[in-house]
């Protein structure tokens, strides 16, 4: 069996778009868990929840503008939730309210991927379409010479 470059084509154009698909899921932060969070939870309910001795740890996210803590409730049979809370920009006496509580907490950095890789991420498969239907169109164009020779 004689294979083509139109066969060849044809083949690898799927396989490509499914590795394009595979490479962008590898790289958009799935399997992340540090910043998610079952419910949310206002900041003075917060602060209750703090004062109450029922917060194990805080994790700071996005330059300190949200915190994602690990909360014992009684009413889940003590059962760990994770949760979500918007804090306000100014609250200094957060930090020392936690270290005389001796809850542990962690300052996460902005989370930067970048830029280049998702340009090349989304320039890809138009790269390849278009690269892909230039091909196709000088085959076509190529094959219309030879017949018209004949």
Same mark, same amino acid.
């Not at 900041?43 to 915190?67: I, K, P, W």
């Given at each position: 069996?004689?294979?083509?470059?139109?066969?060849?084509?044809?083949?690898?154009?799927?396989?490509? #778009?499914?590795?394009?698909?595979?490479?962008? @899921?590898?790289?958009?932060?799935?399997?992340?868990? @540090?910043?998610?969070?079952?419910?949310?939870?206002?900041?003075?309910?917060?602060?209750?929840? #703090?004062?109450?001795?029922?917060?194990?740890?805080?994790?700071?996210?996005? @330059?300190?503008?949200?915190?994602?803590?690990?909360?014992?409730?009684?009413?889940?049979?003590?059962?760990?939730?994770?949760?979500?809370?918007?804090?306000?920009?100014?609250?200094?006496?957060?930090?020392?309210?936690?270290?005389?509580? @001796?809850?542990?907490?962690?300052?996460?950095?902005?989370?930067?991927?970048?830029?280049?890789?998702? #340009?090349?991420?989304?320039?890809?498969?138009?790269?390849? #379409?278009?690269?892909?239907?230039?091909?196709?169109?000088?085959?076509?164009?190529?094959?219309?010479?030879?017949?018209?020779?004949?």
């Amino acid at each position: 069996m004689k294979f083509s470059w139109k066969v060849i084509i044809l083949w690898t154009l799927p396989a490509l #778009l499914v590795g394009f698909f595979f490479w962008q @899921g590898a790289f958009n932060g799935i399997g992340y868990m @540090g910043n998610t969070a079952t419910s949310r939870m206002t900041y003075g309910r917060f602060l209750e929840y #703090l004062d109450s001795n029922r917060v194990d740890t805080v994790d700071f996210y996005e @330059g300190g503008r949200t915190a994602i803590i690990e909360v014992v409730d009684p009413e889940l049979n003590d059962r760990v939730q994770r949760v979500r809370v918007e804090l306000p920009p100014n609250s200094p006496e957060l930090v020392s309210k936690l270290k005389k509580k @001796g809850i542990s907490f962690d300052a996460h950095p902005v989370r930067n991927d970048g830029a280049i890789w998702g #340009l090349l991420g989304n320039l890809i498969f138009p790269i390849l #379409l278009i690269t892909g239907l230039f091909f196709y169109s000088v085959a076509q164009t190529v094959c219309l010479v030879v017949l018209v020779k004949q």
